[in-house]
């Protein structure tokens, strides 16, 4: 009798833990091969702690004492802080202007796809996809020269602009998911196209604006070669190049290069681990079509 | 009663022509975008191909030399070795790159325990500068993987692969393949949590392998990302500068300059403007039409799998 009535009871229970079943040889595996990603950032770490004497045998061993000095030799060295700044103000500038501009563009695109001259701008963006950049590299370096631009206003602009040939791509999918009544309405009560727009589309596009973002915020913060070629005032470097331009002063202080390494990934390393699952389905969502 | 007949007809009529003939604000929004795009892509890339048939150095005066710059590209050996250095290592880290993110993507999909954990930390290598990476590694290759190599008493490994000229570039493929894995396992999730968990159990019950659930359930399901990646994964290998900098420089020799490194050194360093030039309109045609016939190629695949 009781195990008659036990028995749902017990059998739903059992069921949900089947399905919810860890595999733990898997889990293991993963473990495993995760420890692939952590062992150079982990080998990273310790080498910019250690000092030069303490860097033989395989480089895995925890520092015997902590040098903080090569932080501070790096920092002065490759004016760590005038690096961060320009780093931070052409990645913030270019992930703001990207995001205002490039979402208005691909709105005007995909409400008015029946529309040759639109759907000819739409299929232009694209085809700069397949354009590969050193084939604008040289003649793009001399016009930003001519413009005034080789500077980091220059950059955040350069990384606006070719950021449309995807963010398009990208948007218009979005936007054309959005039932156009939406905006009639607002129309309807006598809003422009510009008010409708900023009103009504733009918060709707919050999702697709964090992925946009978070994309742009990667590739500007990143970007080695843009830097390279269009920045000309040496004050004026980015973090990457930084790293590039004092590779020959690093030479052999490999304990000073590593922690300069380490500061110039460290912002965005930490942001990532606070906002990880945001950044990821940010960057999932670019993807589903 | 004319008008009131045709008060109806004219608001219908404006309704009409509203989505006809869109407001000037449309216009508005595109324009200037428009406008600098073409200052800033399209004109560098036809002042480009429009050099590429001049002898310009970069700076003074220049001629029109018709198609020699094209004729001599293909009799150079430099410029040769690095087309076949940038195939040879961007068909490789495709592979790589596709087979592991795959590997890991399914891996990270299964029942296992901290899933949001590691996915967050395979993601980890897509956040980091590619040339920041680059220097560590360059690091590693060179001083403690040796170390390694002469523990187990591997004589190929024993010296820095960086070094040898017929290594280095395996050195590249690898630390490049572990920076892209990241991004490619992030596309493949999304495609896995697109396949409906149902079809598995249904597949469980009739005692299908995993190989064989892989092969009849989850690929033909993901196949569209399968090409997405592959796609975007040559595409962007095939362009290559900052990790080769990092690593290698080109080097030994110049045995892994990338097709980007020699445009970017011979332009700017060599006085070579307008023959680099001949040699990105080159590249440009090479990406395009490799990215078509794999798209052709792949999706033709897709459709015959589903």
Known sequence: MSLLIEKPEAGTPATRRRRSSVNIPLTLLAAVLSLTVLIPLYFTIVTALKSSDQLNGNGLALPTSIHLENFSNAWKLTNFPNALLISGIVTVAAVILTILTNSLVAYAIARNMHRPFFKALYYFFIAALFVPFPIIMLPVTKEMAVLGLDNPVGLFLLYTVYGLSFNVFVYTAFIKSIPAELEEASVMDGASTWTTFWKVIFPILTPINATVGILTCLWAWNDFLLPLVILSDPTTRTLPLVQYVFQGQFNTDYTTAFASYLMAMAPLLLIYIFAQRWVISGVMRGSIK | MT??????????????????????????????????????????????MFYSFTDYAGYGEWDFVGLSNYVNLFKDDRIMASYGFTFLFAITTTIVVNVGALFIAILLNSKIKYQTAFRGIFFIPNILSVLIVGYVFNYLLSNNLPLIGQALGIEWLSTSILANPDLAWLGIVGVT?????????????????????????????DGASPWRQFRSITFPMIAGYFTINMVLALKGLLQAFDQIVALTNGGPGTSTESVAMVIYRGGFQGGEYGYQMANSVVYLVVIVVLSLLQMRFLSRKESELQ
């Open chain 2, 3 to 48: 008008t009131t007949a045709n008060k109806p007809r004219t608001t219908a009529g404006l309704q009409r022509r509203s989505p006809s003939r869109p407001s000037k604000t449309f216009y508005w929004m595109v324009v200037p975008a428009l406008v600098l795009f073409v200052i800033l892509h399209t004109v560098p890339t036809v002042t480009g």
């Open chain 2, 177 to 205: 393949a572990w920076q892209s894995i990241a991004f490619s396992v992030i596309i493949y999730l999304a495609g896995l949590q697109t396949v409906p968990g149902e079809l598995y159990e249904a597949a469980g019950l």
